[in-house]
């Protein structure tokens, strides 16, 4: 194999770490989110405080968060009994950001077959944006919040974009078949 082939060979492997490196981050994100769902804020706002303080050994900015989660004195007992459907809610929401993350497995283990999975990812990111302002000005979200929401769809488009864009370009390989069929 001639000094050219050789690192074509080398960049077409370049562009695959990075695109399988980039859904790896869509899929971790996608994890954090789900489990994130499944931590109560009073309890979450107990660990990131204890992990701050013994981090930094002092008060840390999150304790005016946590202290005022903790005078809201959220019973998960009251809520989970009187209000159970948000729970459940909660727990398919968590849910789905499990299953969404199962999914870009399948394209980090094989990114070029499943470059589906990427294109479903950049359509949902960039669906996300539009939907976070309708719905959640539909339920009276202060425009901050719908900001955040839909920083998530932009902050999960980049990634995904850049994956995609070397995934197209190792569209061709070097014998010049398609290596997407």
Not at 2 to 22: K, S, V
Not at 88 to 94: C, M
Request: aromatic residues 12%; charged residues 15%.
């Amino acid at each position: 194999m001639d000094r050219t082939n050789a690192e074509t060979t080398a960049q077409r492997e370049r562009r695959l770490g990075i695109a399988q490196a980039m859904l790896t981050i869509v899929a971790g994100g996608l994890l954090l989110s789900g489990l994130s769902i499944y931590i109560p804020a009073l309890q979450g706002g107990q660990i990131v405080n204890a992990i701050l303080q013994r981090l930094f050994d002092s008060t840390p900015s999150i304790a005016p968060v946590y202290q005022a989660l903790a005078i809201q004195t959220f019973d998960f007992q009251m809520v989970s009994g009187k209000h159970l459907q948000l729970m459940l809610d909660n727990d398919w929401l968590g849910f789905a950001h499990f299953m969404l993350a199962v999914l870009f497995l399948g394209a980090i283990r094989d990114p070029c077959r499943n470059l589906w999975v990427t294109q479903f990812g950049l359509i949902s990111a960039v669906s996300l944006v539009p939907a976070a302002f309708f719905f959640g000005a539909l339920r009276g979200a202060p425009f901050l919040h719908l900001c955040i929401d839909a920083g998530f769809g932009a902050a999960a488009f980049v990634p995904l974009y850049v994956g995609y864009r070397q995934l197209r370009m190792l569209r061709v390989s070097k014998e010049g078949q398609n290596i997407f069929t």
